[in-house]
């Protein structure tokens, strides 16, 4: 049996109140476990390097900078804004939470394992 797009509607509106709850539960726990995202180096002026200690100063800020980008574009990460904001990435969220999945996150304490 298939429901109907009445159907469908009414049961999404019987349920709203909790995925809206979700979103927000989501986001409080993500600001609150969630580490910050590695911050790019400071800008500093182009120059050539001309000894290997340069070369290699500039290889570790390139290191650096790739490392920050690729950090803040964790897909493991929760954003609270966006358009990828919606109920069902809580949900998953928040599981991946409760499962102990690694991520961007810091480690869970055992107070919030037992609760």
């Not at 049996?1 to 009414?10: E, K, N, P, S």
């Not at 986001?27 to 290997?52: E, F, G, H, K, M």
Request: cysteine-free; glycine content about 6%.
């Amino acid at each position: 049996m298939t429901a109907t797009t009445a159907q469908q509607l009414q049961t999404i509106a019987r349920l709203w109140p909790d995925l809206h709850d979700a979103l927000d539960t989501a986001d409080r726990i993500s600001r609150s476990v969630q580490r910050d995202p590695i911050q790019p180096p400071p800008p500093a002026r182009a120059a050539v390097a001309r000894t290997r200690g340069e070369r290699l100063v500039w290889a570790d800020r390139a290191r650096r900078i790739e490392q920050a980008r690729q950090d803040s574009a964790d897909t493991r990460r929760r954003h609270a804004t966006g358009s990828g904001r919606t109920a069902i990435r809580a949900a998953l969220w928040l599981s991946g939470r409760v499962d102990g999945r690694s991520g961007p996150f810091r480690p869970r304490s055992t107070a919030w394992s037992a609760g």
